[in-house]
């Protein structure tokens, strides 16, 4: 699955894309908001449905058959403060608005709920793992390494934070590291400097987790920002 973008925006906690055309099935480890003044369809679970704006929560199953210009893709870093809000308010199922709703209107809607990490995590460790991440201290390590740092085993620290977050070590750190690579690329560092800035060994390694995680190509991101 490729989705193939317009421009991309990167924001604290979430990434901006602009789609142009229909995007196969498949799943995100990032829930989404798609919001869109004109009409788009979107298949979930064999049934399409057709609205302007639509929350989508993380590793549902899902294609969109046709989207505009118009339309906005949010992907949401998780186990950000409106990570939670999503996941609290719709559990696993998808919402599609029939009526537009902008973007900013959903998210402020979202934010009413007041929930943080903080609140929803209730180990020292994993909040400190979290907040090491966010500011970029451990990007350049591996789930083994931040585990030894920890006093855990790697299997022990997996099940841990898979176990306090509902996402495993190894994808969100993984997630973080797009993220970072993303930035780097809409600066106008080439793929190979943003790979490394981003932590990953090389420029081929960050294109096979971005196809993977995310499905955007970077080579499409290159391309459309200038």
Request: hydrophobic share 35%; proline share 2%.
């Amino acid at each position: 699955m490729n989705i193939e973008v317009n421009n991309i925006f990167m924001i604290d906690d979430y990434v901006v894309l602009k789609p142009h055309n229909s995007v196969e099935s498949h799943c995100h480890k990032m829930p989404h908001i798609i919001s869109g003044t004109n009409p788009f369809k979107i298949c979930i679970n064999g049934q399409i449905r057709e609205g302007r704006s639509a929350i989508i929560p993380s590793d549902v199953e899902h294609s969109i058959v046709s989207m505009d210009d118009s339309a906005k893709m949010l992907l949401i870093m998780p186990l950000t403060n409106l990570y939670f809000q999503i996941k609290d308010r719709i559990k696993s199922e998808c919402i599609i608005y029939e009526q537009y709703y902008s973007v900013d209107e959903i998210i402020s809607e979202l934010n009413s709920s007041c929930i943080t990490y903080e609140k929803v995590i209730d180990d020292k460790r994993v909040i400190e793992i979290i907040e090491k991440i966010n500011n970029d201290t451990y990007l350049d390590k591996s789930v083994a390494e931040i585990a030894k740092l920890m006093n855990l085993s790697e299997s022990r620290l997996e099940h841990l934070f898979s176990e306090k977050t509902g996402i495993r070590l190894k994808h969100y750190l993984l997630l973080h590291k797009l993220r970072k690579a993303y930035k780097q690329v809409c600066e106008g560092k080439s793929i190979t400097e943003a790979a490394y800035e981003g932590g990953f060994a090389d420029s081929s390694h960050l294109a096979v987790v971005s196809k993977r995680l995310l499905g955007i190509s970077v080579s499409d991101v290159i391309k459309n920002n200038d």
